[in-house]
């Protein structure tokens, strides 16, 4: 057992306690009932994080990151990168109460997140992967967005300041991006999904 793991209860309590948009309430809740296994309350920094002291015998369902994490390179939004250890079932929520920081960050299908305390990409930021939900409060900046194309999307609410060099939302939008900011990128884009691409630049095996 985790020392980060806590009851259903406790995680009520807890989130009660925090404040939060509505639509990031309702994403946290429709997840939590949707989704049976652990869930996780985080207060330690990233940067202390051991993998070991995450740990659980049972598929982790929400994960909630009280303090910052910072990274200095990209950011996959599964069980592996977030808690060190692969989950069969992707479905997931993962909840940042604090900032988020990092060089590239992609989301997968059937995730769920909440950066509540503000999200700052160095370069390319993706939420278009299928079925994917993703919540944003007071800040998104990133030197490029991918958002929608047909798949996941990510909202942004009231009085988020939003600093965007370019927000990709349409073919047209993406297919001038892959002739500039995105051109090294682009023969991949002719067979595979953008979802796809941005998780392996984030993981660090494709190069932008």
């Known amino acids: ?43 330690k920094p990233w940067a202390e994080l051991d993998f070991e002291a995450l740990a659980t015998k049972q598929s982790v369902v929400v994960a909630v990151f009280a303090a910052p994490v910072e990274l200095e390179d990209g950011l996959v939004l599964d069980h592996l990168h977030l808690l060190g250890k692969e989950d069969l079932r992707p479905a997931s929520c993962f909840v940042f109460l604090d900032v988020v920081r990092c060089h ?45 194309l047909g798949d996941g ?17 349409s073919e047209r939008a993406l297919a001038k991006a892959l002739k500039g900011s995105l051109a090294p990128l682009a023969a991949r884009f002719d067979d595979e999904a953008a979802w796809e691409i941005a998780r392996d630049v984030a993981a660090g095996d494709e190069t932008l």
Not at 110 to 134: I, K, N, Q, W, Y
Not at 153 to 169: A, D, H, N, S
Request: proline share 3%.
């Open 1 to 43: 057992m985790s020392q980060f793991e806590v009851s259903a209860a406790v995680f009520a309590e807890r989130l009660a306690a925090v404040r939060l948009s509505k639509r990031s309430r309702e994403l946290i809740t429709w997840a939590t009932r949707r989704l049976d296994g652990v869930i996780l309350w985080v207060d």
């Open 104 to 148: 590239d960050l992609a989301t997968l299908p059937d995730t769920h997140t909440v950066f509540a305390g503000g999200l700052e990409v160095e370069r390319l930021a993706c939420f278009a992967a299928p079925d994917a939900s993703t919540v944003v409060e007071k800040l998104l900046r990133a030197a490029v967005v991918l958002d929608g």
């Open 153 to 169: 999307f990510v909202e942004l609410m009231p009085r988020t300041k939003k600093t965007v060099g370019q927000f990709i939302t």
